[in-house]
């Protein structure tokens, strides 16, 4: 079985701010129930998600498509 824990070879800077969103309640109680380690883990998913969907919304393909465009 593969190790389920994510494990990045970048840095993160030091959480300072807060997010919050709605969940089910029912995922609320199995998140409560994860350990230390495993919150941590989905902490660290989430932020990286949340890093990708702010790339992605700032994707410009006209910069590798049009030289108007290129840095």
């Known amino acids: 079985m593969e190790d389920q824990t ?3 070879s970048f840095e993160i800077d030091k959480c300072t701010e807060q997010f919050t969103f709605r969940i089910p309640e029912i995922l609320q109680l199995e998140v409560q129930k994860l350990s230390r380690v495993q919150k941590s883990d ?3 998913r989430l932020i990286v998600a949340m890093a990708q969907a702010v790339h992605e919304g700032n994707f410009n393909p006209e910069m590798y498509l049009n030289s108007k465009y290129a840095k």
């Open 42 to 44: 989905l902490i660290e």
């Open 6 to 8: 994510m494990s990045h």
